[in-house]
């Protein structure tokens, strides 16, 4: 799957831009603030129809103007799609195929895959078990069709749940059998959920582990693990356990909404004792893995987005992480950066078809050979 | 007249200035058709269906099976049932679904007046007709096991695939559960 070509009219800082793309590696090249990141979050845009960063579509508009327009061109199955869409304030959101409206949205995701890199990536390691519970949710419900329903259904099943308990509380009394209704949901939704990201960690460590050895040359030994309370006992067991507990609290103390990814190094949180780029390594082979992931579910190379990578890891891994990412294993890049000529370097050495655009200020220019030839 | 429900100021002011426009006596006797329906209009004591009897029109009726009885989550569910002309058993309106998020619990439908038909002998089959949510699903699982120790028979009606749908077009969920709960093919060619 190819991006042939994107333009953007009133999309965040850009009045108008529009680019013809390598079908192999692309980098934008540009100080802060010129727009480098605004291109790929528009290239995610028409993968998911929504921002990675702000997901209030009327706020990606351009300041004092009334709509945005993206538009893409890409290859896929050997024939080319336009896709089109546009926000217009006070007005639904339109998204096209082919000049076709999509009925809706969720029909879209996941036909035009990507997968992103972003410094905001650093939650996974640093927050809550939420945002890991998400990453993976994310991931599978792209290969398993009734996982994500499930996943909402169980969802609403544990508020129902909590609010009753809450109630029994508050009104000092409590009712076996209303309780059970719901324990019945929970185990059952609950322990497909459970049974879904078991399978999803098992096939998903192989992966992840050779892509870390790649891009870290094997110099630190890490690892992923699957925390989860229904690992000793099934949900029902579980739930039956803590009754008492959860009558206390006022609300469900065990079940899949305490699961948790643990990241390892060397045995040890990587969140406590991993350094800046041990993390940064982490996280790059958790994406490229992820990458791996959709490829194999969706059957078609997405698009993958790196922005701001370089930060933090040293110039080997820099280095090994270009080879990779060219290898032609990763389709089409997109990869932003603030030095102008180190990724492109990299890149001609390792002789990929290369394009370099100089972001500046909402304007986007084709860096031309003439000035690549001057940089050897 | 805005406090109706679907109704907005615009279309309020419409019909407050119709009736305005209307004779006398014809706003008379709509106003009392008005008083009469908050004075007259009960709930069926056995079903609680809309009735001015203490009994339904259909509880009462000696031509239909009071021995089935339909479980329904409202009054609406019950006019689109008899609206199909395919039914011939008695109701029993829950007034709800369990949910506890809207503060609706078991006590506060009608669940007590279906165990004491079922209890008093009355009733030999209780078909489930509530909607296919989560909270409708969980209130059928709720009277399926207080119905468990008596001896009725508890069916559900069946869920799948919309007739007159082609099937490339039925949702995924739908479609997954048509398929799991699959029935003999001579069933499905069976009318009424």
């Known amino acids: 799957m190819i991006l042939q070509s994107l333009s953007l009219v009133n999309f965040r800082n850009y009045e108008e831009a529009s680019l013809e793309f390598s079908p192999e590696v692309n980098c934008l090249v540009g100080d802060n603030g010129a ?155 609950g322990s497909f959920i459970y049974e879904a990201r078991k399978a999803f960690v098992e096939t998903f460590i192989p992966g992840f582990n050779g892509l870390h050895a790649e891009v870290a040359g094997g110099a630190e030994q890490v690892s992923l693990a699957y925390e989860t ?48 780029g041990q993390q940064k390594t982490y996280l790059i082979s958790l994406r490229l893995a992820q ?35 060219s290898d032609h294993r990763f389709g089409q890049i997109f990869i932003t950066d603030t030095s102008g000529d180190r990724i492109p370097a990299l890149f001609r050495e390792i002789g990929a078809d290369l394009k370099v655009f100089n972001v500046e200020q909402g304007s986007v220019q084709l860096q031309e050979e003439v000035a690549d030839g001057q940089e050897k | 007249m805005a406090s109706l429900p679907g109704v907005g100021k615009k279309t309020a002011l419409r019909l407050v200035l119709h009736l305005l426009k209307r004779e006398e006596e014809e706003v008379d006797r709509f106003s009392r058709a008005f008083t009469k329906l908050k004075s007259e209009i009960k709930a069926c004591d056995t079903c609680h269906n809309l009735s001015d009897h203490p009994t339904c029109e259909i509880c009462s009726n000696p031509g239909r099976n009071q021995q089935t009885v339909c479980v329904v989550e409202g009054i609406r569910e019950l006019m689109a049932i008899e609206a199909t002309d395919q039914y011939r058993g008695s109701y029993h309106v ?97 009318k009424g």
Not at chain 1, 117 to 126: C, F, G, R, V
Not at chain 1, 292 to 303: H, W
Not at chain 2, 160 to 179: K, M, P
């Open chain 1, 291 to 325: 990458f791996e992931f959709v490829e194999k579910a969706t059957g078609v190379k997405p698009m993958l987005l790196l922005d701001d990578i370089f930060d933090k890891i040293d110039d080997k891994r820099v280095a090994a992480l270009m080879r990779l990412v």
């Open chain 1, 229 to 276: 309370q229904l690992d000793t006992k099934g949900m029902a067991e579980l739930l039956k356990g803590a009754r008492t507990k959860d009558r206390q609290l006022r609300r469900t103390t065990c079940g899949v909404h305490k699961d948790d990814l643990n990241f390892l190094i060397s045995d040890h949180a990587i969140r406590r004792f991993g350094s800046q």
């Open chain 1, 35 to 189: 727009g480098k990141t605004t291109i790929l979050d528009a290239i995610y845009y028409l993968s998911f129809c929504k921002s990675y960063f702000n997901a209030i579509d009327s706020q990606n508009i351009r300041y004092d103007q009334g709509f945005f327009l993206i538009q893409g061109a890409i290859l896929k199955n050997e024939e080319t799609d336009k896709l089109h869409c546009g926000v217009k304030t006070g007005q639904k959101k339109q998204f096209r195929r082919n000049d076709k409206e999509y009925g809706r949205l969720a029909d879209h995701i996941g036909k035009y895959p990507s997968v992103i890199l972003t410094p905001n990536d650093i939650d996974l390691i640093k927050e809550g078990s939420e945002v890991r519970r998400k990453f993976m949710d994310g991931i599978i419900s792209q290969y398993n069709k009734p996982y994500l329903e499930k996943l909402m259904e169980y969802n609403r099943a544990l508020s129902q749940r909590n609010n009753l308990l809450r109630y029994f509380s508050e009104n000092r009394t409590f009712d076996e059998e209303s309780l059970e209704i719901w324990d019945e949901k929970l185990i059952e939704l």
């Open chain 2, 94 to 190: 829950l007034g709800g679904v369990i949910s506890p998020m809207d503060g609706v619990g078991p006590s506060d439908l009608t669940i007590e007046g279906l165990l004491d038909r079922v209890r008093k002998g009355e009733v030999n089959e209780v078909i489930f007709a509530m909607s296919t949510t989560m909270e409708g699903e969980t209130t059928a699982f709720y009277l399926y096991k207080k119905l468990a120790s008596f001896d009725v028979q508890v069916t559900a009606i069946a869920r799948g695939v919309a007739v007159g749908d082609e099937l490339q077009y039925a949702d995924e969920i739908t479609l997954a559960r048509s398929i799991q709960q699959r029935l003999p093919y001579e069933n499905t060619t069976k």
